[in-house]
């Protein structure tokens, strides 16, 4: 007989002696089988935490609840909270080790010494975890932002094209379009007695609306009135944020059953039909084109009128649709929908942030406003049309510095995490396990007084070229650093330059007060609301003074 038919008569011989036990013998049966598996769990679990308790001794350690539960519940989305990682800062210098509970272990960084190593490390030994970005994998899919290894790296050569310099230039007419909408809107508002304003709702809605524009060519009107798309996207904000919060909705099985994860369901749905459908029409809308082209360049043998109008502007989704890596293939109409999703979610809040905080500063800081002013006033001396130009872009030096100051003093993003499949040594004979989470903390290198002097004051004279010489790069990173950087950065500083430029050649800003709170000034009151994104608490109320006289030139025909 075979081993395989003893094995076979054993296993019937038990189980037919367990059902003439009765049904409580086998309850019994199973729950020891669930208390075993369970023990099992909870074990490995154990070994895993002090597995990396020991490895990352190596780091100094801030204080915490116990040896189990580390310091799970000490990270804050409030003011309070990035007052702890100031005091982190101050204390540790340049690192220390944070475990929250017996579940995640991290080594948080918050120096360009520390943070270089990391970010420049190799993309092919480079992952994000699944932490924090797991989270956006059911809206954003396998996409630049979440792939890893040589899926990656395709990606990342297929859309680059999207990004060049000569792509970017035809956008520059989108963000001034989309600008001289919201300054309409806004004098509209003032002639009606509202002048202070909500910054971050306008200027929200005016990144969106570029995007949606630079994206897909499609004008949504979404500044003056709300569709389905537009509140999904940024209704699924706020459930990121919710469910990063709660540990326990990390689990998908728990999370999909919830009402947060009900509504996360309906909105990706809104988003992921609306992103489908235009990939479709745009697809058939190339082959149809291709194929008239095709025939046409065969009739005539091709004239330089067919090359012209092959080489008009196109949007984001044309460029990344005709997009062939070296073997000659291209993204699928789902890769697509993924890059798409993608460029609409990292656009969109990130530079409405970035540009509401530096309209902010300058808003507290009037002589520096006023001398951007002036700066913007001479370059446009003369012109007809009040539109800033690509070429005006690198013309405006001061600006620039006031807007790369906001970004360090107010960076829109906080903090970039990194997973890596070896080990990763820092200075000091320190050592980053592989499997770490790594969290590069942006907000701490940025306000860290071992890097920087007063770095809780704007001084935009920080980034004159004189004092940036020796300066390390890394210390200046609100696009992340190396190889798996920013790839939108140059979308994101043109659209600011454009924005910043535009409003205060129309407005003059000071601080204004949320009329729902007695008057308190943003001033007096301001309260730094970290999210997905950098926010205010109860708005950032800004006073919109037009200048005398009225710059108005491209806001007729709005």
């Known amino acids: 007989m075979s081993v395989l038919g003893v094995l076979w008569g054993v296993s019937a011989l038990f189980f037919s002696n367990l059902l003439r036990g009765g049904p409580w013998q086998v309850l019994v049966i199973a729950a020891t089988a669930l208390v075993g598996v369970a023990t099992a769990w909870v074990g490995r679990l154990l070994l895993r935490h002090a597995w990396f308790r020991h490895r990352l001794s190596c780091f100094s350690t801030p204080p915490a609840q116990s040896w189990l539960m580390g310091h799970l519940g000490q990270m804050r989305d409030s003011e309070e909270g990035l007052l702890d990682v100031d005091r982190l800062v101050r204390t540790h210098g340049h690192s220390c080790s944070w475990f929250l509970g017996p579940f995640y272990h991290l080594v948080r960084v918050f120096h360009p010494d520390f943070t270089n190593p990391l970010l420049k490390a190799a993309a092919s030994i480079t992952v994000k975890d699944e932490l924090f970005y797991g989270l956006l994998r059911p809206w954003l899919g396998q996409s630049l932002l979440l792939s890893n290894g040589e899926e990656w790296s395709r990606r990342r050569r297929l859309l680059t094209p999207a990004f060049h310099v000569d792509v970017l230039k035809g956008y520059v007419a989108v963000f001034n379009n989309a600008t001289h909408t919201m300054h309409s809107k806004w004098m509209r508002l003032s002639r009606e007695g509202q002048g202070d304003l909500e910054m971050f709702q306008h200027v929200g809605l005016m990144t969106l609306d570029s995007l949606l524009r630079c994206a897909f060519s499609h004008s949504s009107d979404c500044q003056e009135t709300s569709n389905e798309f537009t509140t999904a996207i940024l209704e699924l904000g706020d459930l990121i944020m919710d469910r990063r919060r709660r540990i326990h909705h990390h689990w998908d099985w728990i999370y999909w059953r919830s009402p947060q994860g009900k509504r996360f369901r309906r909105a990706t749905e809104v988003v ?31 004239t330089a009128g067919d090359t012209a109008q092959r080489q008009k502007r196109k949007d984001f989704i044309d460029i990344i649709l005709l997009a062939q890596d070296e073997e000659g293939g291209g993204l699928t109409d789902k890769e697509v929908e993924a890059e798409t999703n993608t460029f609409m979610f990292a656009g969109h809040d990130t530079t409405a942030s970035a540009i509401c905080w530096t309209l902010f500063n300058l808003a507290g800081h009037a002589h520096y406003q006023d001398r951007c002013r002036d700066e913007v006033k001479e370059l446009m001396r003369d012109r007809a049309e009040q539109d800033i130009k690509w070429a005006d872009l690198s013309s405006m030096p ?15 993003v906080l903090a970039v995490t990194r997973q890596y499949t070896r080990d990763v040594d820092l200075p000091g004979n320190r050592t980053v396990p592989k499997d770490t989470i790594c969290l590069v903390s942006i907000y701490g ?12 004051e704007f001084n935009p004279l920080r980034f004159d070229p004189a004092n940036t010489r020796e300066r390390s790069s890394n210390a200046f990173i609100p696009f992340s650093s190396g190889p798996r950087n920013c790839i939108g950065q140059r979308f994101a500083m043109a659209e600011l330059q454009v924005v910043v430029a535009l409003t205060l050649l129309r407005f003059r800003l000071s601080l204004g007060s949320n009329p729902d709170t007695a008057g308190t000034s943003t001033g007096q009151g301001i309260r730094r609301l970290p999210q997905l994104v950098l926010r205010a608490e109860g708005g950032m109320w800004l006073r919109l003074e037009l200048m005398d006289p009225p710059c108005t030139e491209g806001l007729h025909a709005q």
């Open 272 to 302: 992921h039909s609306f992103t489908r459908r235009v990939v479709e029409h745009r697809r058939a809308l190339i082959r149809k084109q291709s194929h008239r082209e095709s025939l046409e360049g065969t009739a005539r043998g091709g």
């Open 398 to 412: 001061f600006t620039t510095m006031c807007i790369k100051e906001s970004l360090r003093l107010h960076s829109p």
């Open 445 to 456: 290198t940025h306000h860290n007084p071992a890097v920087w002097s007063d770095p809780n």
